[in-house]
């Protein structure tokens, strides 16, 4: 996703929250938000359930009502009973608790039903709209298919989602409230909307840990999130009324149920301890804890879709057991403090995401720019070539370059990093540096390639390695030196007999051991002659059957085409991988090229 793109969907997705927030009956701004949902999704039709008891006759569902829908196909027109009369199956794993995941693939049972045109809609995804543990309603969106919900969209559907569920649950929040049913509500309705306006995840647990002590009377709160680093340990990621700050000190407990704070999230029950010099039901201790004089403690889970995401502590220096609607309150509170969190780490991992494709794209230039950004040219030969990294950057690279000045004498490399992404892509810049630099020495290419092997060696401190094959060419006589540090074999077409003979050199891989063996071999290419040579990415090239393409198949495609220049002989290879994987996902870096001694 571009960033221009990125920077777009948020705005649009403040657009959405901001109807939803501003909006005192949520029901009238869903079709605003369902609208720009679905056009930010890249789709046309959907809908939205939400729940009543009240509904009893059946229609869109019993307990349920269509509160919003856009461009609807004429066969689930909102006055077609074939349709829209009863229930549904995503309202069906709804009450069985199986509508659980951020969003649901579901086949759409009321289009299977509806007789007319349907627009070849079949499937939807479906999002619960949620308030804690409990189900509000569902957003549907509808496609042809599975392929039509690309990841970034189904991250949208879930996001607007949540998003809909807490003004939905704000909304009840300001109903309970105009009635003056219990002062807590206020205190939710207020501390939802200080949620949303903190975006910032440090922030909104800073100011957390702060208002709950001061709305529930008690001396400290934290709230324990999993360890990124090592998932058996829970840490202090905020907290407040401590002697010791335990975020400054670093502090954790287990995430099992040894402590309150794993029990808890294991549990997703709140665990209540009046006074500790009565009994602590968990056998975890620290010193640290101890010196703080807590006495009592109550703990609530932090949920979201299910899961615990970390927990949520309060602590009194005298004895206090929380009442029935103190303890409904803090578990209210952490339901609204759950989704806020969770919601603000996933804007910060979009953010840290979006800034990582930044810096691969501007390393792909950078690599690329090491790449040749054109062919030689010199009279009598034809140059073609290609190369398709797995990931934005990768680890094969070629070269041609002229050797000590001479402008008939060709220098021609080709190489595979193990490993991919951005450590393949600095061990691919500095071995291509190597290779050329100790290449300008007059070595013949087995020397070239064993002092470089030394210097990569000797350089580098990971445990990435290389295979290269490195060739002097001879551009007025055809004669050509090479050897072969562990690389595939490059074929030669010999124009005399139409048939692929490789070139076979024993050789050591580069950069794992500080001494190589490394065999040396010349040939003569003779008009009409070609060589191609390559990366595995080409023969392990996998179809759906995990099957490779595999040096065979390479050799009939090569041979089919005797007389071919080399960008024919190039598109011709590339096209028969490409029929060949079916476009099953590319596993590996991807580089050809070709060398052909034009007929005299």
């Not at 680093?229 to 954790?252: E, H, K, M, Y």
Request: with cysteine; hydrophobic share 40%.
């Amino acid at each position: 996703m571009t960033h221009k793109l990125l920077t777009q969907n948020l705005i649009t997705l403040n657009q959405i929250v901001e109807s939803l927030n501003r909006a005192v009956d949520v029901r009238q701004a869903l079709d605003f938000a369902l609208v720009r949902l679905i056009d930010l999704m890249g789709l046309e039709t959907g809908w939205i359930f939400l729940r009543d008891e009240t509904a009893q006759n059946r229609w869109a569902g019993k307990g349920y009502v269509l509160a919003a829908y856009h461009n609807l196909p004429p066969a689930m027109g909102v006055n077609r009973a074939r349709a829209w009369k009863g229930g549904c199956d995503c309202q069906a794993f709804c009450a069985r608790g199986e509508l659980t995941a951020a969003f649901n693939e579901v086949h759409c049972s009321r289009l299977q039903n509806a007789p007319g045109e349907r627009h070849e809609l079949a499937v939807h995804a479906s999002a619960p709209l949620r308030s804690g543990d409990e189900i509000l309603g569902i957003l549907n969106v509808a496609a042809p298919d599975w392929e039509s919900f690309s990841e970034e969209a189904l991250i949208l559907l879930a996001n607007v989602g949540s998003q809909i569920g807490i003004a939905l649950e704000r909304a009840r929040l300001f109903e309970m409230l105009k009635e003056q049913r219990i002062h807590e509500q206020a205190v939710l309705l207020d501390l939802s909307n200080q949620l949303l306006s903190r975006p910032k995840l440090e922030e909104l647990m800073a100011y957390l840990v702060e208002e709950v002590p001061r709305l529930l009377g008690v001396d400290a709160c934290a709230i324990l999130l999993p360890d990124e680093d090592d998932p058996s340990q829970l840490v202090f990621s905020a907290a407040s009324g401590w002697i010791d700050n335990p975020v400054t000190s670093q502090r954790c407990v287990p995430a099992t149920e040894r402590s309150g704070s794993g029990w808890v999230m294991l549990n997703q029950e709140p665990l209540l301890i009046e006074d500790f010099e009565n009994g602590d039901p968990t056998p975890w201790n620290a010193p640290w804890f101890y010196n703080e004089g807590f006495r009592g403690q109550t703990v609530v889970p932090l949920i979201v879709e299910s899961r615990s995401i970390g927990t949520l502590i309060i602590n009194s220096r005298t004895p206090r057991r929380l009442s029935d609607d103190e303890l409904n309150l803090l578990q209210l509170m952490a339901n609204q403090a759950a989704i806020a969190i969770e919601n603000a780490r996933l804007h910060q991992e979009e953010i840290k995401r979006q800034r990582m494709e930044d810096e691969l794209a501007v390393g792909q230039q950078i690599q690329l720019s090491l790449l040749p950004n054109g062919h030689p040219e010199a009279d009598g030969w034809d140059f073609a070539s290609i190369y398709q990294p797995s990931q934005l950057v990768g680890g094969d690279f070629y070269d041609f370059f002229q050797l000590a000045g001479d402008p008939n004498q060709l220098g021609l490399v080709i190489a595979d990093v193990s490993g991919k992404g951005v450590p393949a892509a600095l061990f691919m810049a500095l071995s291509r540096s190597i290779i050329r630099t100790k290449s300008m020495s007059g070595r013949h290419p087995a020397g070239v390639l064993r002092r470089a092997n030394t210097l990569i060696y000797k350089d580098t401190r990971s445990k990435l390695f290389l295979t290269a094959f490195y060739a002097t060419l001879d551009l007025q006589s055809g004669w050509m030196a090479y050897s072969n540090a562990g690389h595939n074999y490059p074929m030669w077409l010999r124009a005399e007999t139409g048939k692929v003979t490789e070139l076979v050199a024993r050789g050591t891989i580069m950069g794992a051991f500080e001494q190589i063996d490394l065999e040396e071999s010349e040939i003569d290419i003779a008009p009409g002659d070609m060589i191609i040579f390559y990366t595995d990415g080409v023969t392990e090239a996998m179809n759906a059957k995990e099957e490779l393409f595999g040096e065979e198949r390479l050799q009939s495609v090569i041979e089919a085409r005797p007389h071919a220049g080399a960008q024919e002989m190039l598109d011709a290879i590339v096209a028969a991988v490409n029929e060949y994987t079916d476009e099953t996902p590319q596993a590996d870096d991807f580089t050809i090229f070709i060398v052909k001694r034009l007929p005299e």
